[in-house]
Structures are given as structure tokens and as C-alpha cells.
């Protein structure tokens, strides 16, 4: 059985992506969230993080342009064990934020 990723879980993951990422330019490491069926979801990926300028109201500073990823792995298991999945990180859209 494939475990299909749904739109709502890549957003998921998208965000806890960025929120991982902060103000780096490079991320190595690892996201890891529970879907609404139950199943845990870990991302593990090495990105280099584009940035645009950007004023803040605190000052200046950036924001995230584009994700690329140098290499991933997506993993998902259950109480049952490990399923396959579909997930693609093309589909996190995170290439053209800006």
C-alpha cells in the first residue's frame, strides 16, 4: 500500500520546513509531524535557502525566496510499520516564493 500525501500534509510540511530553516542559508536536518490518520511524517533533507531582501518593521532584513534541495528522504510509518509514499518535493512549491 502506497500512502498518498495530501495537499493539506505537504502545506504541513512546507511549514514546518521553513520554520526549521529560520534566517539560514543552508539546512541540513529534519521535520517530522503526525498526520491527521495518524501517521508519522519525517522529512530529511539538506536545502540551500535563497533569500530576498526584504524592511521589516524591526529593520532589515530577508525572506525566504526559494528552497532547493541537495538531497531528501520522506518517510512515513505507522503502528503497522513502514508505508511507501508518494511524496514529491517539487510539490512543497517552494522554488519561486518571491
Known amino acids: 500500500m502506497i500512502y498518498s500525501i495530501s495537499t493539506q500534509l505537504y502545506e504541513q510540511v512546507a511549514d514546518a520546513l521553513l ?21 508519522v511524517c519525517r522529512l530529511v533533507t539538506s536545502c540551500v535557502i535563497y533569500r530576498t531582501p526584504s524592511e521589516m518593521p524591526e529593520g532589515e532584513g530577508s525572506r525566504v525566496r526559494s528552497v532547493i534541495p541537495v538531497w531528501w528522504e520522506f ?7 513502514v508505508l511507501d509514499n508518494d511524496f514529491s518535493f517539487r510539490e512543497l512549491h517552494l522554488e519561486e516564493l518571491a
Open 19 to 39: 520554520e526549521a530553516i529560520g534566517d539560514r542559508c543552508y539546512f541540513s536536518g529534519a521535520v517530522e509531524l503526525t498526520s491527521e490518520e495518524g501517521v
Open 75 to 81: 518517510h512515513t510509518a505507522c503502528a503497522a510499520g
